[in-house]
């Protein structure tokens, strides 16, 4: 048996996005976590680079992610919101257009560089700048997040607990801000060398991710929040299921009793309005289930292209065409579906355009 066996290929995890990504596409899942194991070189290289992009539609969401994070982790740490809350969230989406192209540039010159908060936006890499309509509804939508978050019920309701009981992402802790702003607002600030794992916890030997937004936990009760950029009645159901992942992992690593554990999805696009989820444990009982079953699956995959399988044939393309229109890996075959695009994702031109 080789050596690297059983370290190699990675073990797999179960997490919402992968699970979500595998169902819709597992060619992109195969992609975006084990495109170690691609034997082409060449196809490897360009895979791996495109596994890091953040596709498009991601973008506001992640922007309003990052500066809720930041006014709340100020809130904790300063006993106020930071002022002007939408001047924030602006430099930071400008922070990722400035990181995409830093990113993209240090590929051409051969280098990798990393930024814990950041992520190259696809378009940005691809060429593809922003037309000034499209950034007017990206900024938009952002402001209006933005405005709705502070206004909201559920900042009150956060304030109303004791800081000690706030439980924000602990790589956040660490860092909430883009090294650029971070700096900005204390020139002296130091990048950790290290960062805290993303929360997981393991379900028998299985590891689940639990990437959760905010939270309020002390021994006897939980408030696990989700942010929610998106249209409420096309998200809701996800929303059900990504809460429960996070419930499990109050459940695993608090104690928390299930029927004190409360779950809000705050749709911020909608007037911040809050939906409040209970948990259900025979949906968790059922979720769990379907976790093993899936962790055995992506086992088996991965042990049978570990000894000889046809990565083509084992991570098929998707059926569903639709689902290519916003995936980053433009070196897919299964890409080429969507026939006016630029195929070949060419470093060639990296121009100046950004989100300012
Ligand atoms: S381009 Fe389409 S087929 Fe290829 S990985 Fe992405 S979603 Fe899957």
Known sequence: ???R????????????????KFSEC???WFFQYY????PDEDLKAR??????LMPTEALAGKVVDDTITFALFHLKHKGMLPERLDEIAMKILTEYGKFTLRWKRAIMDGRRI???NLQPVDRLFFDEPYTPEEKSVLKDKIRLCMANFVNSDVLEEIRSYPVESWKIPPQKECKPLPDALMREIDPLFETPSDFPAIPWFQMQDIPIYASYDFMVVNPDFAMIIDWKTGDKNRGWTFAVEQLHYYAAYVLEEYHVPPENISLQAVWLSQNAEKQIIFLNSDQLSQMKLRWEQDYKRFMQLLSDLRYGGDWRKQFPITETPYVCMRCPFRACEGYGRKSDVNLDGSLSNANEESLE
Do not use: A, L
């Open 1 to 3: 048996m080789d050596k």
């Open 5 to 20: 066996w059983p370290d190699w290929p990675p073990k797999p995890n179960i997490s919402y996005t992968g699970r979500k």
């Open 26 to 28: 597992m060619r992109s």
């Open 35 to 38: 495109n170690s194991m691609i």
């Open 47 to 52: 895979i791996f680079q495109q596994s890091k």
């Open 114 to 116: 990393y930024d814990n």
